[in-house]
């Protein structure tokens, strides 16, 4: 892509395959990583808030803040920068890029604010009719706002994960090429980049008649598993902070009050403020959202976004993570307990030997339910590792708890293939069989160089109950060793088993070859 402008017909990907931080892409916009090297455009922003999120130290970091998931874009031409940002990170991601008083952009989140952000409720901020002018805010709550129903249209670039082959065992045998697309089971031809389209729709709980409806479009989300949790995860923490209709209210503070800065929370204690028409009261201290500051003549005014009762973070829950009975090598049964009423929960599963930090990349969002405790059981684990989970406790208009203690669960590894050996061993190739360990896994294999284990030949897949595979390009008179394993589809490998050879001094004469078709097309 250096010096052309991305195009429909030769795009550009960000992301790779793993996805890239949302906010890290952020930041390098900003900086003008893609803009002109001679003459970039860049932005000036808060410096703690493009930096990694920690939980005890910088709980306003959105780089690698396990709120958001990993993304892939697909750019098919130049774009506005802020309307760029606001229709694909900002705003699907519930993220509003505010200006600090430096004149930086500052972005906060606008959803229910976790344990982290609002630590402690009674160090924030507080606004009364002491120290506010005249006339003292009301709550305003329009019901046509209500969200009962989130429409999400994805919009995302496919590409095959991988290819997959069965290979002849001599001559006259055929070759056998499986293009596997990352949607599991869904073609997609020779077109390895197609944008595709998919609609998903999640309703609120507490739906009692009206459904309103709430659309957005979200890019670069290509895993459909990641897709539905994403969904999922975003429709919670909008209901939980709009569901009923978001509150507004106006305040001017006295000089001789504190002045907070746009996205920061205060409390506001207005004894007698007009009732939200969904409970009909708004007594007492309440938490608000600064999202709009604006100097005049007669001082500051504030415009706020109510968040519910001004109360600390709910309790955590507990977790207890088990094996499955069904599933042993690739699921994991999840309970959750010790929810409160009207309390629903969010999981986050890591994988690895040791638990991760509180606040490590390696924690990513995995399922929610609704209200109450229960047991799900849990797919898509890699065989033969060790899963940690953690859940936390959420609820409409209240701070979402802290992180309970974590558990752990190991899958069962996967039986490694048996009896390796080798035939047919020449100057430049060599054939390896092996007797599977599992009949339902697909089998990898590779080829190192024995005297000094570089790898030779990368990783090949083949298809469930392969039991050969011939190497070729290789060189005369050399010692190898060839290694074959089973795989999964979510990254769990069973041990290696391997078989060392010796290719002889003299290279194979291939036939000539006859009767050769090309297929092009879906057929």
């Not at 892509?1 to 930041?27: C, N, R, Y």
């Not at 999400?152 to 496919?158: D, K, S």
């Not at 709009?242 to 907070?260: E, I």
Request: charge should be negative; glycine fraction near 10%; aromatic fraction near 8%.
């Amino acid at each position: 892509m250096q010096g052309k402008d991305p195009s429909p017909d030769l795009p550009l990907h960000i992301g790779g395959q793993a996805g890239v931080d949302p906010f890290t892409l952020v930041k390098a916009i900003y900086d003008g990583g893609y803009q002109s090297a001679s003459d970039p455009t860049v932005v000036r922003y808060e410096s703690t808030r493009f930096t990694a999120y920690n939980a005890s130290t910088n709980p306003h970091g959105l780089i690698n803040n396990p709120r958001f998931p990993k993304m892939h874009f697909r750019i098919t031409g130049p774009a506005n920068m802020a309307e760029w940002l606001e229709e694909n990170i900002y705003g699907p991601l519930g993220v509003v890029p505010f200006v600090n008083a430096a004149g930086e952009v500052s972005p906060r989140i606008v959803t229910m604010p976790a344990y982290d952000q609002v630590p402690d409720v009674s160090a924030l901020v507080e606004w009364t009719p002491a120290n506010l002018a005249e006339p003292h805010p009301e709550w305003v709550n329009e019901g046509r706002e209500q969200v009962t129903v989130i429409k999400a249209t994805f919009v995302y670039a496919i590409a095959p994960s991988f290819i997959q082959t069965r290979l002849p065992t001599g001559p006259g045998g055929s070759l056998q090429v499986a293009l596997l697309p990352t949607e599991g089971g869904r073609d997609v031809g020779f077109d390895l980049f197609a944008e595709r389209t998919e609609v998903l729709t999640r309703e609120h709980d507490r739906v009692a008649t009206a459904r309103v409806l709430h659309e957005i479009t979200v890019r670069g989300i290509q895993s459909a598993q990641l897709r539905k949790k994403f969904l999922g995860k975003y429709a919670r923490d909008i209901f939980d902070r709009f569901g009923d209709g978001p509150c507004h209210a106006t305040a001017s503070p006295l000089s001789s009050a504190a002045s907070p800065v746009e996205g920061e929370w205060v409390r506001l204690n207005l004894p007698g403020s007009y009732p939200a028409l969904h409970n009909q009261s708004r007594t007492g201290s309440r938490l608000a959202q600064v999202i709009e500051k604006t100097e005049g003549i007669d001082g500051a005014k504030f415009r706020l976004l109510e968040g519910g009762p001004s109360s600390n973070a709910l309790s955590a829950p507990t977790i207890n993570l088990t094996a499955s009975s069904t599933d042993p090598e690739n699921a994991i049964n999840v309970q959750v307990s010790g929810l409160g009423t009207g309390e629903g929960y969010e999981v986050h599963l890591a994988v690895g030997g040791s638990e991760p930090a509180v606040s490590h990349s390696d924690w990513q969002f995995h399922h929610l339910r609704g209200d109450g405790n229960e047991t799900v059981h849990v797919r898509g684990m890699p065989a033969g590792s060790t899963i940690w989970g953690r859940a936390r406790a959420t609820k409409p208009n209240r701070i979402y708890s802290d992180w309970s203690s974590r558990d752990s669960q190991a899958t069962t590894a996967l039986t490694a293939p048996s009896s390796v050996a080798d035939s047919s061993v020449v100057g430049d190739a060599a054939t390896i069989t092996w007797t599977n360990g599992e009949a339902d896994f697909d089998v990898m294999v590779d080829l190192i160089l024995t005297s000094d284990s570089s790898q030779v030949k990368e990783p090949v897949r083949l298809f469930a109950g392969a039991t050969s595979y011939r190497f070729s390009g290789l060189t005369v008179s050399t010692g190898y060793t060839a290694r074959v394993w089973h795989a999964d589809r979510f990254g769990g490998e069973s041990t290696k088993a391997t078989d060392t050879l010796t290719t002889t001094g003299t290279a194979e004469t291939l036939p000539a070859m006859r009767g050769l078709q090309v297929l092009v097309g879906a057929a």
